[in-house]
């Protein structure tokens, strides 16, 4: 680990997280990690970080990986049966033009953080501190996700294509990985006033109770609870309840059981109730849940025009 002349910190795969911050009577402050690509969504995920953290009074680790690449000087795709003296030169021109990519690659991502630092200090982030990576997505973020109570990521990154409704790859990969709350940025950040919680009763979506209700921070904003499903018992117990929680710290609650299919009920929910934030579990009962994002959040996260705050049970 170096760092530079701007205060960027230069960080291998296996680098430590570092030391968290702390306020002056020696008690920890909450700490967020941004990811930023350099794709439209880079600015988004800086107000959105922003925002969250001086909510939260927190630190902002912003952080840009520079991903491992497939080598195009691989001896046996582009040597092939040259001569030797032609096949010597060609190799030492490639290791020459993987390092000036190398260097290249650094100076992008010196770049990207720089903007995204000054854009966090302009949103009023009095604590930042940026990181550059050389790995990849995944294995950065488990090692910087120890110690961070939240994770920013935009939806998409910098090679999607935005005529269609996929998630970005290091998405889908860094919510299948990640135990912490994930943060999906929308394309654009606007000021977040009320907030909906699609529940379901399981156990993400109680571990989204559980963050909220730990956080008076937010019990300024109302909250809309929405269950999508029929209206009996077993349905509204655990809504009456979750909602319970929620007013006993303070927030603002109204309840509401939907029928119909959840992805397009949730989404008309908050739409109807002008929700700037949705609140749901990565996962619902599926069986499959540990190997993919499940469908209905999936759904969700490619049409939600809100950022949405992902929980994983």
Known sequence: MSMDSDGILHESADASAGERATFPDGTRRNRLVAVVDGSVYSESVCDHAAW???????????????????GLSDESNLSGNIGLGARTALLGELAELDARRAKLGQKRGRAILLDAEARLKADGADSVRTRLRNGEIVESVQVLEKDADLLVLGKRGEGADF???????????????????????????????????????GRSAMQAIDFITARPHYDDLPCHLVTIGSDTTATRGPLEEAAAR?????????????????????????????ADLLVIGAYGHSRIRNMIIGSTTSALLASCKVPVLLFRG
């Not at 969250?52 to 927190?58: Q, V």
């Not at 005529?163 to 000021?191: C, I, Q, W, Y």
């Open 52 to 70: 969250f953290a001086k909510r939260a009074n927190a630190t902002i680790d912003v952080v840009h990986v520079i991903g491992r690449r497939q």
């Open 246 to 274: 929620l007013r006993d710290a303070g927030f603002s609650v109204e309840t509401e059981i939907r029928a119909g299919q959840p992805e397009t009920g949730i989404a008309r929910a908050v739409e109807e109730h002008a």
């Open 163 to 201: 005529d269609t409704m996929h998630l970005g790859s290091n998405l889908e990969r860094v919510v299948r990985s990640t135990h912490k709350p994930v943060l999906v940025a929308a394309r654009a950040f606007r000021e977040i006033t009320r907030f909906l919680v699609a529940f379901d009763g």
